[in-house]
């Protein structure tokens, strides 16, 4: 049984007040808190980016599990009411496991939600999913939007050098449009009546990437993202759980990492689109 807060399994109201966690590799899932803190304002967050290990897109599914369910752990012993897993490889490798060993906490990931966003988004059901190389090897996405259209053509392509290129901060320009062209090049080249109609980004750091990933496709096809889906997924949950924070007061908002709260905070920045001070971040030991 993993250690627990009296107040994450006890009486509603006290459940209620505490932060929701956030999970991911490093700074990407950053992406996915904005979301989260937009969708619910009045919410607190609890945040946990794992630099000091990051990037998870290239580790073996037994290393990212146990990653995750150390985090996990962590969240869980500082009090959180429900784990969003922001990573979308941790999300591909580890959703199931995690939900069955940190039961009663609920547990969501971004596949899902990132599925129903490209469901909805595509008229003709053809999708190409954008994603990392563990990510991909899992076949995450292709199984969930086969699970809402049996009939949907999916194409996953692994973009590692994407996560380099958003850290970095290369993110529009030559370089991002040539990465983007080896990729993608090929789709675009494609006769127009096999293309997709959309292109889901199923990667946390692959939003930075939209302008350069749109240069090559062209206007055709949607580029979705499971950020305001997952966002949408939390208050659902949280209502249905009767979760929701009502405390009076303004909510908190903790960020901690296991490395490098200078980089965390240079390059966080980016991704939460908020200015971020070293000294705004703790970091810890899993
Ligand atoms: N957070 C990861 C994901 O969404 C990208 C970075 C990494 O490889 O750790 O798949």
Known sequence: MPPTTAAAHGPGPARASLPIGVFDSGVGGLTVLRAIRARLPHESTLYLGDTARVPYGTKSPASVLRYAEQATDHLIRRGVKLLVVACNTASALSIGPLRARFAPLPVIGVVEPGADAAVAASRLQRHVVL????????????????????????????????????????????????????????????????????IVLGCTHFPLLHGAIRSVVGEGPS??????????VVAAELDRLGLGRTMEGRPGHALLATDGAERFAAVGSRFLAEPLAASDIEVVDL
């Open 131 to 198: 994603a990392t190389e563990s990510t991909v090897r899992q076949h995450a996405y292709a199984r969930a939007i086969h699970a809402r259209v049996p009939h949907a053509d999916v194409t996953e392509v692994a973009c590692s050098l994407f996560v380099a290129l958003a850290e970095e901060g290369w993110t529009e320009g030559p370089v991002a449009e040539a990465v983007a062209r080896q990729y993608l090049g090929g789709l675009a080249a494609s006769p127009a009546a096999g293309r997709p109609d959309s």
């Open 223 to 232: 580029i979705v993202d499971s950020a305001t889906t997952t966002a949408a």
